[in-house]
């Protein structure tokens, strides 16, 4: 049972523009929600997060957004750079510290 | 400051062999979680500790795998009787308390052949 979906595998936008990635949750307990960006041989790396009494909190070129009542959350990346290209994993919990992830979207951004 | 280690990075191994896995946490932090990662999957979490104890290893898959943190600090994931099956990307990560963003470490890819 996949309480946490990315069900886009990968993505490709042009440098510059913005890119849009997707995440859907089944668990309406969860309360914490980040996203993580892993690159090739390395661990994931933590990117930005939101708790469940916001909708939407902004990191410089990084924005995500929830909406809880269609349980979705998005990562929004203006603009786009080919250094972020990578593995974007969503990730959910209960009280903070057990982490549901998602199956990654591979995102390449295009020169 | 130095981020979460994990040694080895790549470990080959064969079925039925014992294996064990280090982490070493980021100076300070208390808890200490171990995920596992398998092939165009994300991360799934195996165990947790606050300090030295195991607060919530219900990710452990079987009584095969076994953590332990006895100092608080370095943690090491053993593994008996390996299997094929077992073959991942073991993931340790560490945050201040518990309840805060979790850094991660590089990851030990295990191969049992």
């Known amino acids: 049972d996949q309480q946490v979906k990315q069900n886009s595998p990968s993505l490709s936008v042009q440098e510059g523009r913005i890119s849009i990635l997707n995440c859907d949750y089944t668990?309406?307990?969860?309360?914490?929600f980040l996203w993580y960006k892993k690159y090739p041989a390395e661990g994931p790396t933590f990117l930005i997060s939101i708790s469940s009494i916001k909708d939407k909190n902004e990191d410089g070129r990084f924005t995500v957004f929830l909406n809880k009542s269609a349980k979705h959350l998005s990562l929004h990346i203006v603009p786009s750079q080919p250094g972020d290209s990578a593995v974007y994993f969503c990730a959910a919990s209960v009280g903070t510290y057990k982490y549901i992830f998602g199956t990654g979207t591979r995102l390449k951004v295009l020169a | 400051g130095a981020g979460v280690s994990q040694t080895p990075s790549n470990k080959v191994t064969e079925k039925g062999k014992y294996v064990e896995l280090r982490c070493d946490p980021i100076?300070?932090?208390?808890?200490l979680y171990w995920y596992r990662q398998s092939l165009g999957q994300g991360p799934e979490f195996l165990i947790y500790f606050q300090g030295t104890g195991a607060a919530d290893d219900s990710g452990l898959p079987n009584d095969r795998f076994f953590a332990v943190r006895p100092e608080g600090s370095v943690s090491t994931l053993k593994i008996q009787r390996t299997e094929r099956g077992d073959s991942a990307v073991y993931l340790c990560?560490?945050?201040?308390?518990?309840?805060?963003?979790?850094?991660f470490g590089p990851g030990t890819r295990l191969l049992v052949l």
């Open positions: 100076s300070g932090h208390t808890a």
């Open positions: 990560a560490s945050s201040l308390n518990g309840g805060e963003t979790q850094y």
């Open positions: 668990n309406s307990m969860f309360d914490y």
